[in-house]
């Protein structure tokens, strides 16, 4: 991959982590539920830092013509248990919760395409510290996504149950 290119694609995922802190605040802000705040701040968090690091690579390689070695991502933040975002209190009160099930649609769109785009840059990538960010990145966006979508399985059957919804 040219390094034209490659400044490319760091635009394009500057903007994706720029796109993910803003909606991961945003549902911070929104959503009544204590440990859901806290998890979206966290994804926020986890987006700034994926943005900072992307922003290092790009001027680095605009500036330099070269990937900086140093990549500071460190290890993805862990979001497990069996309801890893919300309390299990959102459960019994999805009716009233249109905002939390729309964040976790909305959220899961994120984190799906970041991750298609993420493993299409580290296949395209010809530099191995370039493969190795983008893998990373993956990395952290695949534990965002699996999150989110277990959250959304969790939720979803009750959601519609409580709204009469019966898709088939």
């Known amino acids: 991959m040219s390094n034209e290119k490659s400044l490319e694609a760091l635009k394009i995922a500057i903007q994706t982590e720029l796109n993910g802190i803003e909606f991961y605040k945003i549902a911070a802000e929104h959503t009544e539920d204590k440990k859901g705040k806290e998890v979206f701040k966290t994804l926020a968090n ?20 070269k990937w900086t070695s140093l990549i500071s991502l460190g290890e993805p933040t862990p979001l497990k248990g069996e ?58 966006e695949e534990g965002h996504l699996d999150a989110i979508n277990k959250q959304l399985n969790l939720l979803r059957e009750e959601y519609w149950t409580q709204a009469h919804f019966a898709p088939f």
């Open 46 to 65: 986890d987006e700034e830092q994926h943005f900072n690091e992307l922003k290092n690579q790009f001027e680095s390689l605009l500036n330099t013509g």
């Open 83 to 140: 309801s890893p975002i919300f309390t299990e209190e959102v459960k019994s009160r999805i009716m009233d919760k249109h905002f939390e099930m729309s964040a976790l649609s909305i959220g899961a769109l994120l984190e799906s395409n970041s991750v298609d785009f993420y493993r299409q840059m580290k296949e395209e990538a010809d530099n191995e510290i370039a493969k190795r960010l983008f893998e990373q990145l993956q990395r952290w």
